[in-house]
Each structure stands twice: as structure tokens, then as C-alpha cells.
């Protein structure tokens, strides 16, 4: 019986990540970003969300987080510099190794960009009722607590 239940989990956490991808990154992320003048792509966003949520990291750390490889986290760090969103320093405990620090230019543009992206999820989740809502958002603070303990 627990072998049957592991395997429906088992697919239905294969199943859940593609919607939840289309969903928020592609239908509301993507049109967000379309609307920004700004030059840069959503990876760009998410190494500045992990530099937001971790503060001062080296760039090997934040591509594993966000499963990069290392010459792209490259040329995203160099666009996101240019940019002043991010500066690079010398690590204190060996000045041969590099971290990244978000600027508070980076800061407000996240945070403009989180709004932007807020408004459009409320508004794509406006047809809900506030039982679904409800129960939306209890069963994504569960699927979260739960994965969280899967780590």
C-alpha cells in the first residue's frame, strides 16, 4: 500500500512543477518582464532574489541553487554588474575569490519587479473564490513545509 502511495507522489511532484512553471514564470513572469524596459531575462531576477534572500554569496553557491552552470552565471553576473544590480567583492577570508553583494539599485528594481509580478497573479487569480484561494494557499504552505523536509 505505501509502495502504491510513494509512486502516485512520486508522479504527481513530476507533474505539479511544469504547470506551476507555466503558470507563474511563463504567463505572468514572462508578461511582466515584457513590460519592464529593462535589457535583462528572468535568471537574471532569480540570482538577485537568491542575493536578496542570502545576502553575500559567491556565484558557484547561487548556480547551484538555481541549477546554472557556471559559464552562464558568467555572463549573467557580468550583464547584472554592468547594470549596477550587483556588485562583486573580494572574499575577507581569501582576496583570490569573488561574492556578490545585491546594490540598492538591484533592491528597487526587485522590488518593483515583485509588485509588478504580484499584481498580475492577483489578477490572474481573480476568478477564484475565496474557498479556493483559501485552500490554495493552505495546500502551497504544505507542499512547501513538506518538500522543505524532502531537502
Known amino acids: 500500500m505505501r ?9 504527481d511532484l513530476l507533474s505539479v512543477p511544469p504547470l506551476i512553471f507555466r503558470m507563474v514564470r511563463r504567463k505572468v513572469v514572462m508578461t511582466t518582464l515584457a513590460d ?4 535583462i531575462k528572468l535568471l537574471h531576477f ?3 532574489r537568491v542575493l536578496k534572500d542570502e545576502g553575500t554569496l559567491h556565484p558557484a553557491k547561487i548556480g547551484e541553487k538555481l541549477h546554472i552552470a557556471k559559464a552562464q552565471m558568467t555572463h549573467l553576473i557580468d550583464k547584472l554588474v554592468e547594470l549596477d544590480f550587483v556588485n562583486r567583492e573580494m572574499g575577507s577570508d581569501d582576496r583570490r575569490t ?4 545585491l ?10 519587479q515583485d509588485n509588478l509580478v504580484i499584481t ?6 481573480s476568478s477564484l473564490s475565496d474557498e479556493e484561494l483559501e485552500d ?6 504544505k507542499l512547501r513545509d513538506i518538500l522543505y523536509k524532502l531537502e
Do not use: C, F, P, W
Not at 36 to 39: A, R
Open 120 to 125: 498580475a497573479m492577483q489578477e490572474n487569480m
Open 46 to 48: 532569480e540570482i538577485m
Open 98 to 101: 569573488i561574492n556578490l553583494t
Open 136 to 141: 490554495l494557499s493552505s495546500s502551497l504552505r
Open 3 to 11: 509502495d502504491d502511495i510513494q509512486g502516485k507522489v512520486a508522479l
Open 36 to 39: 519592464t524596459n529593462l535589457d
Open 103 to 112: 546594490t540598492d539599485k538591484g533592491s528597487k528594481v526587485l522590488e518593483e
